[in-house]
């Protein structure tokens, strides 16, 4: 009975998420949000992606007199790679260039989200290009990997 009652709780853990950010790929950081943030925009530097912008959704939220635990959104792009994709539906482009989410939950876990390119292909129906898909997905999984380890 104990064990049912565990794969219970497991199961509606898991769909409760999974319906709550579709689509969505997250990992947890033993790093806080800044640091587990910089980690991550110099992987990306490093390994030739283009930054479009860092935003400090935080000091934005402080700025307008809210308040917000820390949260970063980086948007970063391979031009190469998004080209192809764009090429079968220019649609894509509204989740291009890519973005990465890193945010601190109100017990102080922090989360690192992205777009899982899968999604991104059934989303916008791309079918011709699972090259590119698939040479996204490793890149964004080992990028995420090492900034949260």
Same mark, same amino acid.
């Given at each position: 009975?104990?064990?049912? *009652?565990?794969?219970?709780? /497991?199961?509606?853990?898991?769909? =409760?998420?999974?319906? +709550?950010?579709? #689509? /969505?790929?997250?990992?947890?950081?033993?790093?806080?949000?800044?640091?587990? /943030?910089?980690?991550?925009?110099?992987?990306?530097?490093?390994?030739?992606? =283009?930054?479009?912008?860092?935003?400090?959704?935080?000091?934005?939220? *402080?700025?307008?007199?809210?308040?917000?635990?820390?949260?970063?959104?980086?948007?970063?792009?391979?031009?190469?790679?998004? =080209?192809?994709? /764009?090429?079968?539906?220019?649609? *894509?482009?509204?989740?291009?260039?890519?973005?990465?989410?890193?945010?601190?939950?109100?017990?102080?876990?922090?989360?690192? #989200?992205?777009?899982?390119?899968?999604?991104?292909?059934?989303?916008?129906? *791309?079918?011709?290009?699972?090259?590119?898909?698939?040479?996204? +997905?490793? +890149?964004?999984?080992?990028?995420?990997?090492?900034?949260?380890?």
């Amino acid at each position: 009975m104990k064990r049912f *009652i565990i794969v219970l709780a /497991m199961f509606f853990l898991f769909t =409760t998420a999974s319906l +709550a950010a579709e #689509g /969505m790929i997250t990992k947890t950081s033993s790093h806080s949000v800044r640091k587990t /943030m910089d980690r991550f925009e110099k992987i990306v530097k490093d390994k030739g992606f =283009t930054v479009v912008a860092r935003v400090n959704h935080a000091a934005a939220a *402080i700025q307008s007199g809210g308040t917000l635990r820390p949260t970063e959104l980086l948007i970063f792009g391979n031009p190469k790679l998004g =080209t192809q994709l /764009m090429q079968s539906d220019q649609a *894509i482009g509204i989740d291009l260039p890519l973005k990465v989410l890193i945010w601190e939950d109100e017990k102080g876990n922090v989360t690192l #989200g992205y777009n899982d390119p899968d999604w991104l292909a059934k989303r916008h129906g *791309i079918a011709d290009r699972d090259k590119a898909f698939a040479k996204m +997905a490793g +890149a964004l999984g080992k990028f995420s990997d090492n900034a949260v380890k």
